[in-house]
């Protein structure tokens, strides 16, 4: 056994001191609305005011500790941390935005087009993502048009999947989207090309790590945050004790 346990070790890499964090939630305060986020059945997704509040304390102890500065999502910088959420939750603005902008800390909310003009409102609407946009420090990235596995998809509906979501996007902003993050995670050489095709720059994926100003800006890691993060655990994902995740995902 002890034989077994050093091999483990022996495998997984050492901690990365250097790299540029992208920070993954989904949602905050949902489950007071009596609703979770799409999928979670771990409810790893779904995060209090209170858990919220304790791990961006934590993020930014770790930041001042170690010279890390926020910046927005998009940019490849060293020693860094960008903070995103996907799928576009109503609670972007009415709980996550009042505590990030007061702090001054800017963060980037991937938005599915179909959801954002449908009728579920625990989705922002196109009146809301423009609030958001407007707000110091707030941008907005394309979710896929439907939110579906965009490797599930043949190449006509990949192309018309992708140019919708950033069509739509750009209609009700008024200016240009070209970061998007895959839905699901799903991606391939396929939904590389077809990304870039479509006109993006930037995607965010859920693969486990931290980025170099010389990786794919197409295939941008992130640091998947959970409910359940004590002080310690977001301290050891954001100083890259967890990267060894990297291999599961």
């Given at each position: 056994m002890a034989g077994l346990v050093g091999e483990v070790f022996r495998l997984v890499p050492r901690p990365q001191a250097h790299g540029h964090r992208i920070l993954m939630y989904h949602s905050v305060g949902l489950e007071?609305?009596?609703?979770?986020?799409?999928?979670d059945t771990l409810g790893i997704y779904s995060m209090t005011l209170a858990q919220f509040t304790q791990q961006i304390d934590a993020i930014q102890g770790v930041a001042r500790s170690t010279g890390m500065s926020f910046?927005?999502?998009?940019?490849?910088?060293?020693d860094t941390i960008s903070i995103t959420f996907d799928d576009g939750y109503t609670d972007a603005l009415t709980?996550?935005?009042?505590?990030?902008?007061?702090?001054?800390?800017?963060?980037?909310?991937?938005v599915s087009s179909a959801r954002m003009n449908?009728?579920?409102?625990?989705?922002?609407?196109?009146?809301?993502v423009v609030e958001l946009a407007?707000?110091?420090?707030?941008t907005i990235g394309a979710h896929g048009a439907t939110h579906r596995s965009?490797?599930?998809?043949?190449?006509?509906?990949?192309?018309?999947?992708l140019q919708a979501s950033k069509v739509d996007l750009e209609a009700v902003l008024q200016k240009t989207v070209n970061t998007m993050s895959y839905p699901f995670g799903h991606v391939d050489e396929s939904v590389h090309k077809a990304s870039h095709d479509a006109g993006f720059t930037f995607a965010a994926t859920s693969k486990w790590g931290f980025n170099e100003a010389s990786g794919d800006p197409l295939l941008q890691r992130r640091i998947d945050m959970w409910s359940g993060d004590n002080k310690r655990t977001v301290e050891n994902k954001i100083l890259g004790h967890w990267n060894w995740f990297g291999l599961l995902t």
């Open positions: 007071q609305s009596g609703t979770t986020v799409d999928g910046v927005p999502f998009g940019s490849v910088l060293r709980v996550i935005a009042p505590i990030l902008c007061a702090r001054q800390i800017p963060f980037h909310i991937f449908g009728s579920d409102r625990k989705y922002l609407s196109p009146e809301q407007n707000m110091p420090g707030v965009l490797t599930s998809l043949s190449s006509p509906e990949l192309a018309a999947e």
